[in-house]
């Protein structure tokens, strides 16, 4: 062109990251598995994790019932023992995701409301131990009952038929918060003993995200084992602060949380004991109080939904069909079934923490879970050194709350990349239901409290905790307001199925419609000819 320079060059707009329908980045997928060397630490790590919840549960919740040491350490036991053998199901029969089934908090209010019954409270039983079998037996027929509805939600299909209308949209509030709604069992937990609590936040971090860039490894050595080495280092500081006095004039609160020689568990537990069914005596039956554990049921299933997503994401799954979710429930169901057999005082469900473990680590292996469901049964039976494992000081195990609990959260975010972040419909949705699922609970959870009992108070506990326990749990009301109100609002609008995320996941609403499918969630031993998945 005369007199015309050069045509500019023209800008590239910049390209957005694509979705992933599996996790990229991941050093051992649920298919493989690492070195067996390698597998068994993991496994153990696994274990280690795992212990928190398996401890704190039954020390808040024996001494309350009338039981003593001995009858704390019998509990962690079984609770240790049937997590073990419902881990090992979970992986082989239900989801075949590795997942951590064991004990859930979310059974815990209903569990004190058992416990504060009017008739345990005869003052003419003068042996709090009789009173502790007495409430466990009442605890165990509750469980039993309620497993019921898991077991017929999972095996009869029903739970199949709601989860087809999940969307990457609906998932995303419900799986945010089954991590980020555990917020008061992070930081505050550290602060019951900072300096061994914060030590332990610092050490992980560093270990796991920082050392391994200072040091240049080739492997990932140090970030992949970053619990062991920071808990045994933090470990050993704590039992020199405690074996050098420095807990010795200071509160009985602070003497607990802080000391490594306050559990009382390793004097407690025998050398060798087989937990078994009905240990503690014949269960009972209370109507009300199953009802109201069949309610704490359901939102541990629709908590456990969001916790089973999480685990398929980081063990760089594809998005299971709703029928292996299905199936996943009712084994679940079989657990707290067991759970009510054996005797744990709790409830079971998809462990968070181990979650959150798997993103750490980077290790999604059905393999490494599996062992560790056997370390958890040989160590729930050599009461001595299960017991050692078992003293770690509860805010060592908050620390590691901070960060597993974190990656489980935003596991949850990362589902908004296949959705339209674009649309008012979207904002609405996500955020709303966020903030209702904090704001709610926080109501709920603030009343009890401050007064001794919910929001709701009639003459019938079993009916106040029907509705107080689902209300007091972020991931429940946020998870139950996003599948609302995304299956509801302005769903005939053709263009919202794309803004909704469903187009990516078309091809699993059905098991043959990836071939993926098959290979992260057959059967083994060839039981997908007699149990068929749809």
């Known amino acids: 062109m005369a007199g015309g320079g050069a045509a500019p060059a023209k800008v590239e707009e910049p390209q957005g990251h694509p979705p992933k329908d599996q996790l990229p980045n991941i050093s051992y997928c649920i298919t493989s598995p690492p070195p067996w060397p390698e597998a068994i630490l993991l496994g153990f790590q696994h274990y280690l994790v795992m212990l928190g919840t398996t401890v704190l549960i039954p020390t808040a919740l024996v001494p309350q019932m009338g039981g003593g040491n001995e009858e704390k350490a019998k509990v962690i036991q079984t ?4 997590a073990g053998i419902n881990t090992l199901l ?26 504060l019954a009017g008739r345990f409270s005869d003052p003419s039983e003068s042996d709090p131990v009789e009173r502790f079998k007495r409430i466990m037996r009442a605890i165990q027929g509750s469980l039993i009952v309620a497993s019921t509805l898991q077991i017929v939600l999972g095996f009869s299909g029903l739970w199949r038929n709601i989860a087809r209308f999940l969307s990457p949209l609906s998932v995303t509030p419900l ?16 602060a019951k003993c900072v300096e061994i609590g914060l030590p332990e936040l610092i050490i992980l971090v560093f270990i796991s ?9 080739g492997r990932p050595f140090f970030d992949r084992f970053a619990v062991i080495f920071s808990v045994v280092i933090v470990w050993i500081y704590a039992h020199l602060l405690t074996v050098g006095g420095a807990y010795n004039d200071k509160p009985p609160k602070t003497q607990i949380s802080c000391r490594t020689d306050r559990a009382g568990l390793i004097d407690a537990a025998p050398w060798i004991r087989v937990p078994y069914p009905f240990q503690w005596g014949a269960p009972s039956f209370d109507a009300g109080e199953a009802f109201a554990m069949m309610m704490a049921s359901f939102v541990a299933l629709v908590e456990s939904t969001g916790a089973f997503l999480a685990v398929s994401r980081y063990a760089s799954a594809t998005m299971f069909p709703s029928s292996i979710l299905s199936r996943g429930v009712g084994w679940q169901g079989v657990g707290i079934l067991f759970s009510g057999l054996f005797g744990t005082v709790n409830g079971s469900s998809v462990s968070v923490e181990n979650a959150g473990l798997i993103a750490l680590t980077r290790v999604g292996s059905r393999r490494v879970v599996q062992i560790s469901a056997g370390f958890m049964i040989f160590f729930s039976i050599l009461g001595k050194f299960g017991a050692v494992f078992a003293s770690i000081p509860a805010p060592i ?5 901070c960060v597993f609990f974190a990656y489980v959260g935003v596991g949850g975010l990362s589902f908004l990349q296949f959705c339209n972040l674009n649309t008012f419909r979207t904002k609405f949705i996500l955020g709303f239901s966020v903030f209702m699922g904090l704001s709610v609970a926080q109501y709920f959870n603030e009343y009890t409290a401050i007064n001794g009992y919910g929001p709701v108070h009639t003459s019938e506990r079993w009916f106040n905790d029907m509705i107080n326990v689902p209300f007091s749990s972020e991931a429940f009301v946020a998870g139950i307001l996003a599948y609302f109100l995304d299956n509801t609002l302005h769903k ?28 992260f969630y057959s059967l083994p031993f060839n039981l997908n000819k007699y149990f068929p998945s749809v």
């Open 492 to 519: 005939k609008d053709g263009a919202i199925r794309k803004d909704r995320g469903l187009h990516w996941w078309d091809k699993f609403k059905n098991f043959k419609g990836d071939s993926r499918s098959e290979e």
């Open 397 to 401: 195990i908050a620390a590691l709350y």
């Open 209 to 217: 995200q920082y050392l391994p860039h200072v040091l240049h490894s």
């Open 175 to 190: 799986i945010a918060l089954v991590g980020f709604g555990l917020y008061e069992l992070g930081f505050p937990g550290v």
């Open 90 to 115: 979970q992986t082989l029969f239900g989801t075949r995701l590795p997942a951590v089934i064991g004990g859930s908090y979310t059974f815990v209010p209903t569990t004190i409301s058992i416990i």
């Open 79 to 82: 609770l240790l023992f049937v």
